[in-house]
């Protein structure tokens, strides 16, 4: 019964290295979303995707990217990193949004 | 900018007391509200959910919704110290939930 796997749990880069957190579900819902959690700021939506297929910017997408691959997994992917993307990133999933969320158990990117 | 408040804390509270913790929300066409819990160094957890006005009751929660005020809350009786950790209040609205940024919760034993 694993719901939302997230791989890496930990990770270190230098600025301007790239890197790919990966996402899977196997709750076969339609809706994943990539969140980060940074201190006082609370989780912010960076990229959702409502079904296979399609992605849309949430709140704070500059400086990444993401593919659904299909529609077990979604990959979020950092292209150049800076250190201002240090934070916790989670992967959620659902049927619809209005059921509530399930969480992956995080990734924790520094970037030096 | 579809906006979630909710008070930072921390809230101490005494166990076996009433914790109450509160949020209030910007879109009027919010559909459903969450309650998530989240121990330190963990994800998010949801502990209720409620879609219509009035009150959801579950074991020791119970979740409080007035749409006309935008307001929900989270009332946690006999609270453990189990219960310490950081509760986030969300919204549904476009498909897509909107998080406060938490409440953190310390019961003292």
């Known amino acids: 019964n694993a719901g939302v796997t997230q791989t890496p749990k930990f990770q270190v880069l230098k600025t301007g290295q790239s890197m790919t957190l990966q996402c899977a579900q196997d709750?076969?819902?339609?809706?994943m979303y990539w969140y980060r959690q940074d201190p006082g700021m609370g989780l912010r939506l960076i990229y959702y995707?409502?079904?296979?297929?399609?992605?849309d910017k949430g709140e704070v997408p500059n400086g990444y990217n993401v593919s659904r691959l299909n529609k077990r997994e979604f990959s979020l992917r950092l292209e150049s990193a800076a250190p201002s993307q240090t934070s916790v990133y989670f992967c959620a999933s659902s049927e619809r949004a209005i059921y509530g969320y399930t969480f992956g158990s995080g990734t924790r990117l520094t970037v030096v | 900018q579809k906006e979630v408040e909710q008070n930072s804390g921390p809230l101490s509270v005494p166990e076996g007391a009433i914790a109450s913790l509160n949020c209030t929300y910007s879109?009027?066409?919010?559909?459903?509200f969450f309650w998530y819990r989240q121990y330190s160094g963990k994800s998010p957890e949801l502990i209720m959910f409620i879609y219509s006005n009035g009150d959801k009751e579950d074991g020791r929660f119970t979740a409080q919704l007035n749409k006309a005020s935008q307001y929900v809350s989270l009332l946690i009786r006999d609270s453990q110290p189990s219960d310490s950790a950081t509760y986030l209040c969300a919204v549904n609205s476009d498909e897509k939930l909107t998080f406060g940024t938490g409440t953190r919760l310390t019961i003292i034993p």
């Open positions: 995707s409502a079904s296979e297929g399609t992605t």
């Open positions: 709750m076969n819902h339609n809706s």
């Open positions: 879109d009027r066409g919010s559909q459903s």
